[in-house]
């Protein structure tokens, strides 16, 4: 069973937006940290940005900070990702992922598309 299924994902112009969302079906989303990440075509996967439980403590990576957002619901156990002035190096697949409190990054989802045409 499919527990994180994320949805968002398509197709936009450079400088565009898209927001992505991510729905976890567990029991234990509003303990659990939360993090998105993407594997561009022939890269390693890395990690984008990542929420505590409470959604007072988030983490970006440099590439994307001041333009994406992270935020989360936990009364609709959803994580989002707001993604303003797309760039061409931002197409990947991206990808929801679940850490238990105190653990790591161990439940994913089957990730998003995301392109950007320059």
């Known amino acids: 069973q499919v527990r994180l299924v994320e949805s968002g994902g398509g197709l936009v112009q450079a400088g565009g937006s898209l927001r992505l969302s991510c729905v976890d079906s567990?029991?234990?989303?509003?303990?659990?940290?939360m993090g998105w990440f993407r594997r561009a075509p022939g890269k390693e996967r890395e990690v984008v940005a990542a929420?505590?439980?409470?959604?007072?403590?988030?983490y970006y990576a440099n590439s994307v900070k001041g333009r994406f957002t992270i935020s989360r619901d936990n009364a609709k156990n959803t994580v989002y990702l707001q993604m303003n002035s797309l760039k061409p190096e931002d197409t990947a697949v991206y990808y929801c992922?679940?850490?238990?409190?105190?653990?790591?990054?161990?439940?994913w989802g089957q990730g998003t598309q995301v392109t950007v045409s320059s």
């Open positions: 992922a679940s850490a238990a409190f105190g653990g790591s990054f161990d439940s």
């Open positions: 567990g029991r234990t989303f509003s303990t659990s940290r």
């Open positions: 929420i505590n439980w409470s959604g007072e403590g988030t």
